[in-house]
Each structure stands twice: as C-alpha cells, then as structure tokens.
Nanobody, 114 residues
C-alpha cells in the first residue's frame, strides 16, 4: 500500500542543522506535491514548507533562508534540511501528500536546546 515514513529527527543544540527524510513506498513521490508540517509541543499543527510537483519548493516565513526542501529521486524520498535550528523549532515533524491529513502518522521528533 501507499505509505510515508518520516525520519532524521534528533536532539540538537541551537544553531545546528538536521536533515529530515520523507520516505515513500507504494507510489512514486517524484510525481507528488509534498508538504512538511510540524506540531510544537502543546500547539497546533503548522505548515513548514514543501515542494510542488514541478520541483519548486516553498517555505513559510519562519523558515525562509534556513530551510531547503529537495527531492531524493533515487531514494523515492523528499528531504527537509533545516539550518540554524532554534528552540522554537522543537516539535514533531510530518510530511504529507495530496489529501493526506497534516501532522498525521509516525512523524519524527526534533528537539532543539538552547
């Protein structure tokens, strides 16, 4: 069946970087618009950014200039690189395509300490 699995989170210090993976199975993620979301502790799900079907990425304001969404074609995956991580970036990160619910699924935890 069709599935997405997030990976790559971890516990880091402010200023460090992480590369999160959204690994697809059961379909070709290269054909899909992929969106990244996060849920900070105690807060609602919010958009991070993503990549359109044509390969053009987009980012929410708080991630402009320090995040990069890219396709890992050979790996049937999409990546989210976040540089200069801040404590307020702490949360569970999720990827989604099409009609998927945001902030649903396994997710990957990012914890940033000051």
């Amino acid at each position: 069946g069709r599935n997405l699995v997030e990976d790559g989170g971890g516990s880091v210090k402010a200023g460090e970087s992480l590369r999160l993976s959204c690994i697809a199975s059961g379909f070709n993620i290269d054909d899909a618009k992929v969106d990244w979301y996060r849920r900070p502790p105690g807060k609602e799900c919010e958009s991070v950014g993503g990549i359109h079907e044509n390969g053009r990425p987009y980012y929410e304001d708080s991630f402009q200039g320090r995040a990069t969404v890219s396709r890992g074609n050979a790996k049937n995956a999409v990546f989210l690189q976040i540089n200069n991580l801040k404590p307020e970036d702490t949360g569970m990160y999720f990827c989604a395509t099409g009609a998927d619910f945001p902030c649903w699924g396994q997710g990957t935890q990012v914890t940033v300490s000051s």
